[in-house]
């Protein structure tokens, strides 16, 4: 069965730190991956997407990147954090004919 | 661009009432929808995916309609209990590998 694995639970980080948030998929290959937000009281945002490695789109202008090294792995990347990346960051896996599962999610806070 | 809205955004009913959640959507273009159920602080967690073909999906006390041509998606559930209390939301996606969500609706069942 497919898994999907999203590391660390929880961050707190200062502003102007970097940032690297990982996940990885099991059971399944070439699969889309996604990074979305979901800032309080607030529906989710696209961040990043992928269809294949080293193919990122982007969504939204920001202080984020993100980078597929490997074909089940995706990891989200910031150079200087912002206040405003404070979030709940989650990482989803799809294939055709299947929906969406999304890993268990990453609380930043950036103080 | 796939607008997803969902109606009401809150909604507390007595235990044993069943519930109807309402979802809409701009592209009737759609590939699939899915309804995600999402605890306070937690990950998503993937009820029913409905593919454009289907009319519907059911699984246990749950069933999800959906109607491309009016662009809209219902949630039932039978009989409500206390762990039904959540929040809920629909994601449509289009052929461009994006899933747009709603807002979110935010049930309470009172016991």
């Known amino acids: 069965s497919q898994t999907i694995h999203q590391w660390p639970a929880t961050l707190v980080q200062p502003v102007g730190s970097p940032l690297s948030l990982e996940c990885t998929v099991e059971?399944?290959?070439?699969?889309?991956l996604y990074w979305y937000r979901q800032a309080a009281g607030r529906g989710l945002q696209l961040l990043f997407y992928?269809?294949?490695?080293?193919?990122i789109s982007s969504e939204v202008p920001q202080n984020l990147s993100a980078s597929r090294p490997q074909d089940r792995q995706f990891i989200l990347s910031s150079k200087k954090l912002l206040l405003s990346d404070s979030g709940f960051y989650l990482c989803?896996?799809?294939?055709?004919?299947?929906?969406?599962?999304f890993g268990s999610g990453t609380r930043l806070t950036v103080v | 661009k796939q607008e997803v809205t969902q109606i009401p955004a809150a909604l507390s009913v007595p235990e044993g009432e069943n519930l109807v959640l309402n979802c809409s959507f701009t592209?009737?273009?759609?590939?699939?929808l899915q309804w995600f159920r999402q605890d306070p602080g937690k990950g998503l967690t993937s009820l029913l995916l409905i593919q454009s073909s289907q009319r519907e999906q059911t699984s246990g006390r749950l069933n999800a309609s959906l109607d491309k041509s009016s662009g809209r998606s219902t949630l039932y559930i039978a009989a409500s209990q206390p762990g039904d209390s959540a929040t809920y939301l629909c994601a449509g996606r289009s052929n461009d590998y994006k899933l747009s969500f709603g807002a979110g609706t935010t049930v309470t069942v009172r016991a």
């Open positions: 992928s269809v294949g490695i080293g193919q």
């Open positions: 989803a896996w799809a294939r055709t004919l299947y929906g969406y599962t």
């Open positions: 059971g399944t290959s070439n699969p889309n």
């Open positions: 592209d009737s273009a759609i590939y699939n």
